[in-house]
């Protein structure tokens, strides 16, 4: 079959035409005819190499795909020949760049009725995104504030109707015309122009300088950075960019979630302090069931607080230090 | 009333008996007498100047307190004089190291009946750590693996315990003697020294490559960072340590979430990919009710694949770029 060929990492120039084999389904799959597929930034980034470790080329990218099932994996039930599908192939084998491509059938749906296959191929990669991100991971809530980055951008055009459609208000930035238009006519409450003024402190001013409840972050790097100190407390980031830092990436590979837990928030931010009583009531219960026990190391006078103290500081203690005070 | 008082930021040496008026409880408060106090190692960051914003000197800390309900606020209903209580007061007026101190009596419970004031107040700041961390924020379930850094310390001695509860299979990382026998005789199915070997690569070699579903650090910094490859897919991290990055101690502050989206990763690991596949079909049901629409910026064919990169590559696309194939 004819296809686009990545022959080695590098520039756009090294995509090239060129055949395939047929691809043949394997027991879980769809063996699709390519009607269209679209391109995301993940396209250019494994053309430059990233996830090429182990990776045979030449290797036909294409990460988003509609078409019309051709043949059916010995255990697909919910697919027949002749449906017409949108997915999203999988990175670790030839992608949509190709007159057919291989998709597991369960992670295929049948194609919006009301589409044709140009408009069905922009959907699967970006709804997969933005929908694990908002309603999957972050479970964003109606009257919530979220801020989008990059809202006239795959991810983030979808991320905007998702959002409105929980209820919440969307916050959104964009810098061209067009960006900001489109953001416009999907609802976004407030279209910042990030060329004319600085995010964060137009963030902070339409949320009162409480912040975003959930931000989704479809940028990276320095944009990613930025935005954390627009998370209102008890909030949180989706970030569908990995990043430049080891550690982010490390997390970003895995799918994985980072919650920085700071115990005080409760009664810092007057948010929810009964949970707290809450908590000590049911430990309560355990530690007199005998299920939980405490350990103290050590117990001083109240008087002798530097002690413990120097003792905390030298990390070589064991359980918890007490002061008897009566 | 006497107090043991932070004078000035410093080290241990800054920390001298005083004297401090009586506090006065307010709406929702009790007003508890100090029977025994703990410490934290928000105590030492405090007495060096953490949280020291537009806070006045002299200072009592201690963040931790078991005593006797001496007075309640006009709003307090479910506790009364007399009740013996545990609870962690909050960071932004005077501690526990003190013969009284006013706590929420929200976040506030009746002392474990079976354990002295001294155990009792050990327990609350770690306590409400551990379970926010495990339970609250990471929903930790039963059957799944999780590492806790440093279990023989306040948190980890807990959490260790909560982890347990649940029925989750226990890793903890320990180095004194007496805190591995801590976590041993707590019920840790796996304690790794960490003096004696690399806790990365045994954690690796415990779950057969795949790491742990959950990782609570109480350490931070390095330890922190050494554990992000650690996280199994779709696996999270709890930390309970700001730690030295900026933008780390940002999300922690906010006690905020980041979740890392990689769309790929039902495919690449194999887990539930059916999430993927009801996921467009739930999407093809808003998008053919006419909830949700995708903007189409650019149409090619399959042949300008190079041009297409080109394009995405720039940044300068509205919604999404597809490629006709058929």
Redesign the interface.
């Known amino acids: 079959m ?1 296809a ?1 060929l990545l022959t080695k990492f590098g520039g ?2 090294v ?1 090239q ?1 060129g055949e395939l084999p047929e691809p043949v389904p394997g027991e ?1 799959d769809l063996l699709v ?12 980034k494994m ?1 430059r190499g990233a996830f090429g470790k182990g990776r045979t080329l030449p290797y036909a990218l ?2 988003d795909v509609s ?1 019309v099932v051709r043949a059916v994996g010995v255990s697909v039930k ?1 697919f027949k020949v002749g449906d017409e599908v ?3 192939p ?3 084998r030839h992608g ?4 057919l491509v291989c998709v ?12 044709d ?3 069905a ?9 933005a ?3 908002l309603y ?3 479970r964003i809530e109606a009257g919530q504030t979220v801020l989008i980055h990059a809202g ?3 991810v983030g ?2 991320a905007i ?2 959002a409105r ?1 929980r209820g919440c208000r969307v916050l959104t930035t964009a810098g ?1 015309p ?2 900001i238009g ?1 953001c416009r006519s ?1 609802g976004a409450d407030v279209v910042i122009n990030y060329h004319e003024e600085d995010f964060a402190q137009r963030v902070m001013r339409e949320t009162s300088g409480r ?1 975003c409840d959930a931000i989704l972050d479809c940028v990276g790097f320095e944009t ?2 930025k935005s ?2 627009c ?10 960019v ?1 990043g430049a830092a ?3 990436r ?20 007057g948010i929810n ?12 219960r ?3 069931s005998g ?7 050590r ?1 001083l006078g ?2 002798e ?6 003792l ?2 030298s990390g ?11």
């Not at 998370?231 to 569908?240: I, Y």
Request: contains cysteine; proline residues 6%; neutral net charge.
């Open positions: 004819k686009m756009p120039e995509l035409p879980h005819e390519v009607h269209a597929c679209s391109i995301n930034p993940v396209d250019f053309r294409g990460f078409g919910a949108y997915a999203s999988t990175f670790t949509a760049n190709a007159e597991d059938a369960r992670t295929a749906a049948l194609k919006p009725a009301n589409l296959y140009v408009q191929a922009a959907l699967p990669l970006v709804t997969l995104s929908w694990e991100s999957d991971r972050g006239g951008g795959g055009h979808i109707q998702l459609l061209r067009e960006s489109l999907l912040g990613l950075d954390l100190p998370v209102a407390p008890n909030g949180q980031v989706m970030t569908v990995g080891g550690a982010l490390e997390l970003f590979v895995r799918n994985a979630t980072l919650h920085c837990v700071f115990m005080a928030a409760p009664t810092l931010y302090p009964e949970r707290q009583g809450r908590t000590l009531a049911a430990a309560a355990l530690v007199e299920k939980l026990r405490v350990h103290v190391g117990v109240l008087a607080l530097p002690e413990a103290h120097r905390i500081e070589h203690t064991t359980g918890k230090i007490v002061l008897r005070v009566k």
